[in-house]
């Protein structure tokens, strides 16, 4: 059991020591490797009877988490990785340049709306398109 329990710590540390990048790299691995996603799984409204009236009349759930996209940097790339940088602390510079210059690319992800929202706001006043998706 102490075994186990060190193999966790040991890999917790490890994942605490990887940047943004390496995570994101990590995970999309982990999706292939055991066939499954990190995504929060969609509910769907199963309607009974054939009645379309009644899904209508349901409100649809909000969207309360949120992936934010830099669909394009703009003119004032600087700025905009200075802002990504202030964002996203563990970003190194270069690492930061690299996801600017690659736009459109996902600099934040499952994020609740509140950080979305600063995210965007952010990275729109340094010049950047931000997508929420």
Known sequence: MAEKKSKIDELMKTVEEMSVLELSEFVKALEEKFGVTAQAMATSNVVTGGSEAASDAEPKEEQTVFNV?????????ISVIKALRELVPTLGLKEAKDL???APKEVMT?????TADEAKEK????????ELK
């Open 69 to 77: 996209v830099v669909a394009s940097s703009g003119a004032n790339k």
């Open 100 to 102: 600017v210059d690659a």
């Open 110 to 114: 499952q994020v609740n709306k509140k």
């Open 123 to 130: 990275l729109t006043a340094a010049g950047a398109t931000i």
